[in-house]
Nanobody
Framework: QVQLVESGGGLVQPGGSLRLSCGAS????????MGWYRQAPGKERELVAS???????DYGNSVKDRFTISREYVKNTVYLQMNSLKPDDTAVYYC?????????????WGQGTQVTVSS
């Protein structure tokens, strides 16, 4: 089992910045992916950013020039630096962790943290 704890959400004005963190613990294997999805009311869940254990990153098109994901491997923790925030970024952000054990996929989710961008 893998446990995720995420934090860092809150209220911020348009153009402001916020940093999310997500720490993983438990049965973690070498090859894995961590990142965030977000979901706003009435909208589908969408990928925000991902970070593989080999260092590859990916971003959703709407955030790729404004958000940066990074990882501290020794802490099994990923961070999402969110800059130039827009009202459309308002959503619940869910950290996720994905890995495979003997070819079987495993997926875990954090509890979610609310990000609200409003003046």
């Amino acid at each position: 089992q893998v446990q995720l704890v995420e934090s860092g959400g809150g209220l911020v004005q348009p153009g402001g910045s916020l940093r999310l963190s997500c720490g993983a613990s438990g049965s973690i294997f070498s090859l894995n992916t961590m990142g965030w999805y977000r979901q706003a009311p009435g909208k589908e869940r969408e990928l925000v950013a991902s970070h593989t254990s080999t260092g590859s990153t990916d971003y959703g098109n709407s955030v790729k020039d404004r958000f940066t994901i990074s990882r501290e491997y020794v802490k099994n923790t990923v961070y999402l630096q969110m800059n130039s925030l827009k009202p459309d970024d308002t959503a619940v952000y869910y950290c996720y962790f994905r890995q495979r054990e003997l070819g079987t996929p495993q997926e875990y989710w954090g509890q979610g943290t609310q990000v609200t961008v409003s003046s």
